[in-house]
């Protein structure tokens, strides 16, 4: 069994903070679940590019409201209570009116290492947090 308390990943290697996020990422790829599973903070007044081309996420709002405009697409509120999946490794824009918690779910899973690139793009990394090709 694992468990893990949010207390002990804020301050940690496992806490990203990003200039507009803010990722404790609390189950990742060495911790063998097939998924990784991330405490999400989208701060308050951003706008964030973000492509998973390497993986699909599963995001669940949990305070905050938002909005995800999937790029030459649709645009969807986020609220709490609301979930959206990119399932087709779609490009969008996450806004947030007002900060944003969420949960989000990555498969493959991370490492713990990832950050976005120019294109919004988490590489895929091996269990040393070397990019794969």
Partial sequence: ??????????????????????????????????FSMHDTIIKAGTETLIWYRNHVEAVYCIEGEGE?????????QIC??????????????LRARSQLRM????????????VHDQDGVYPLMNENGEAVR
């Fill in 68 to 76: 995800i405009e999937v790029v030459g697409g649709e645009t969807h």
């Fill in 80 to 93: 709490p209570g609301m979930l959206y999946a990119l399932d087709g490794h779609e490009k969008h824009l």
């Fill in 1 to 34: 069994m694992i468990v893990k308390q949010l207390e002990e990943i804020r301050g940690s290697s496992h806490d990203i903070d990003a200039p507009t996020w803010n990722s404790r990422r609390l189950l990742l790829k060495k911790d063998g679940m097939g």
């Fill in 103 to 114: 949960v989000c779910v990555f498969n493959p899973p991370l490492t713990g290492a990832e």
